[in-house]
């Protein structure tokens, strides 16, 4: 492959080398033997700005319980505020998508929340920078199955989305943060964030696609969100909606699980779990359901978070 390879990766027994912003999480339950066509994908679960690991799990949960092994891109102010932080994250990730034996080669699923549209597009534009070769980046491009953006921010939400996640939504901190960051925007050379934004916004890969946002969500844009849903589909692309009227930002799994697993997990399509031949609904807590007690099964399987 025609490509900068910065440094070695190589596999502990905890899974792929990442960097330090990213977790290996592999799904827990036994899947199916991969073969030709039909490979589990691996979910690049890409977090908002202050979002944790332990937070992110919750995600990680969506797909794993289709037998998704994922990874999650915990995403710390730092990495928004200054890009190039983000992109040596997304560097370094994308070594080891190509290099690592668990990922090397295996289809993808991007699925973007909030900021994490901005560190989706940084994958996609390192991508660009290191894979000189055309026919490696279309290849890199066609393993993506599906995307699934769950209340994406683009560049002009970046004060309120970095300020409310900091400090909280609506405080008087989270106000001066704000009008600070628009200042310091305002003072500096903005390309980098364009870049990622404009790459977000072509997403080469054309993959099918499901957004999942809020009408009353002040930090992701709702006519953001269907302006560019409305260019993808011209274009031809699949893409699905979830629109809940009520829920806060980044908690539209807590608002409407059943709804919100229903949606990723039709989107994605396929179950790869061993034993898994319907698309379950239920988080890997819940417990089985039972003849003896269907009422307590269902209540079990309600999503915790």
Same mark, same amino acid.
């Given at each position: 492959?025609?490509?900068?390879?910065?440094?070695?990766?190589?596999?502990? $027994?905890?899974?792929?080398?990442? $960097?330090?912003?990213?977790?290996?999480?592999?799904?827990?339950?036994?899947?199916?033997?991969?073969?030709?066509?039909?490979?589990?994908?691996?979910?690049?679960?890409?977090?908002?700005?202050?979002?944790?690991?332990?937070?992110?799990?919750?995600?990680?949960?969506?797909?794993?319980?289709?037998?998704?092994?994922?990874?999650? !891109?915990?995403? $710390?102010?730092?990495?928004?505020?200054?890009?190039?932080?983000?992109?040596?994250?997304?560097? =370094?990730?994308?070594?080891?998508?190509?290099?690592?034996?668990?990922?090397?080669?295996?289809?993808?699923?991007?699925?973007?929340?909030?900021?994490?549209?901005?560190?989706?597009?940084?994958?996609?534009?390192?991508?660009?920078?290191?894979?000189?070769?055309?026919? @490696?980046?279309?290849?890199?491009?066609?393993?993506?199955?599906?995307?699934?953006? @769950?209340?994406?921010?683009?560049?002009?939400?970046? $004060?309120?989305?970095?300020?409310?996640?900091?400090?909280?939504?609506?405080?008087?901190?989270?106000?001066?943060?704000?009008?600070?960051?628009?200042?310091?925007?305002?003072?500096?050379? =903005? =390309?980098?964030?364009?870049?990622?934004?404009? %790459?977000?916004?072509?997403?080469?890969?054309?993959?099918?696609?499901? !957004?999942?946002?809020?009408?009353? @969500?002040?930090?992701?844009?709702?006519?953001?969100?269907?302006?560019?849903?409305?260019? !993808?589909?011209?274009?031809?692309?699949?893409?699905?909606?979830?629109?809940? @009227?009520?829920?806060?930002?980044?908690?539209?799994? %807590?608002?409407?699980?059943?709804?919100?697993?229903?949606?990723?997990?039709?989107?994605?399509?396929?179950?790869?779990?061993?034993?898994?031949?319907?698309?379950?609904?239920? =988080?890997?807590?819940?417990?089985?359901?039972?003849?003896?007690?269907?009422?307590?099964?269902?209540?079990?399987?309600?999503? %915790?978070?």
């Amino acid at each position: 492959m025609a490509r900068v390879v910065r440094r070695a990766l190589s596999s502990g $027994p905890r899974g792929p080398a990442l $960097p330090k912003s990213c977790l290996w999480s592999p799904c827990p339950l036994p899947t199916r033997e991969a073969t030709a066509g039909s490979e589990a994908p691996v979910a690049l679960i890409f977090g908002w700005t202050s979002s944790t690991q332990k937070q992110l799990s919750h995600y990680a949960r969506v797909f794993h319980a289709i037998g998704v092994d994922c990874i999650q !891109w915990a995403c $710390p102010p730092e990495q928004v505020i200054a890009p190039s932080k983000s992109t040596a994250v997304a560097d =370094t990730l994308l070594d080891a998508l190509h290099e690592a034996p668990e990922l090397a080669g295996r289809p993808l699923i991007f699925n973007g929340i909030s900021a994490g549209a901005y560190s989706c597009g940084n994958l996609l534009l390192a991508l660009d920078a290191h894979v000189a070769d055309g026919g @490696d980046r279309a290849a890199f491009h066609a393993r993506v199955a599906s995307g699934v953006f @769950d209340s994406p921010v683009d560049f002009e939400g970046v $004060p309120l989305g970095v300020s409310s996640a900091v400090f909280g939504q609506g405080t008087t901190a989270a106000r001066a943060a704000e009008a600070c960051i628009n200042g310091y925007l305002g003072l500096i050379d =903005t =390309t980098a964030w364009e870049a990622s934004s404009a %790459k977000f916004h072509e997403m080469a890969p054309k993959a099918p696609s499901l !957004w999942i946002y809020s009408e009353d @969500d002040v930090i992701s844009s709702v006519a953001t969100n269907e302006e560019i849903i409305a260019k !993808w589909r011209a274009r031809g692309d699949d893409v699905e909606t979830l629109v809940l @009227d009520r829920s806060p930002h980044v908690k539209h799994v %807590k608002t409407a699980p059943d709804a919100y697993f229903r949606a990723v997990h039709g989107r994605v399509g396929a179950n790869f779990l061993l034993d898994g031949d319907e698309v379950p609904v239920v =988080t890997l807590d819940a417990a089985p359901p039972t003849a003896a007690e269907p009422a307590a099964a269902e209540e079990a399987a309600k999503m %915790k978070v």
